[in-house]
């Protein structure tokens, strides 16, 4: 677990440094207060999303009472937070561009923290024949679910950064929703590979919270690129 707080720290520290990157960063939301504001929100979404949802899935898994995180939690939680904050302070599009790569980024490296951390983590996956699984130290081999998150976004964050260089606008405009449904689409996958329980018609509770960011991202791709999911740049 100390491997892990390591990563953890790796994968702040790179985040932060990458988010510094941008000159451009701040022209989604130009005036001042309103960005500390904005900022503050973000936070305080991320926060409470990363620990009311990790614990609910720990109780509904273990139904034992543990502090749990989840950065799937942290994200969902921010976007309902700042969707709300956005509605009241009467924000249009995309404001989460700058945020990208560095939570790309962030979440490769922290998932490989989890990955280290073996089975007290809890993000290890179920029992598996394939060559490349994984024994955690209870003579099990696993699927390596942390690692295949990892290779995700890792895959994610080149794409972002190469459709940043390209069309800086269409990235500021369709790269926060695509890191959505991307990340939410490869997360429901890997969801199926883990001991969780199921909440609802064979799912987990990540999984039900997939499906909601899939549909958010969805619909606000559809709506930027004028009623077509995607759009060549």
Known sequence: MHLHLWFDLLAYGTSAYVLRYFPKKYSLLPKNEQRWYYYTVVIVGFVLGAFVLGTMNVFLSTHTWAVGKSILGAIFGGIVAVEIYKKVAHIKGSTGAYFVLSLALGIAIGRLGCFFAGLEDYTYGVATTLPWGVD???????????????????????????????????????????????????????????????????LNLFQWVCIGLILYAYYYLKKENHGTLFRKI
């Open 136 to 202: 955690f130290g209870d003579g099990v081999l696993r699927h390596p679910v942390q690692l295949y998150e990892s290779l995700a976004m890792g895959g994610f964050f080149f794409y972002a950064w190469w459709m940043y260089k390209r069309d800086v606008a269409r990235f500021e405009k369709t790269i926060f929703y695509l890191f959505v449904l991307f990340y939410a689409s490869q997360r429901f996958v890997w969801e199926s590979l883990k001991p969780y329980a199921d909440v609802a018609l064979g």
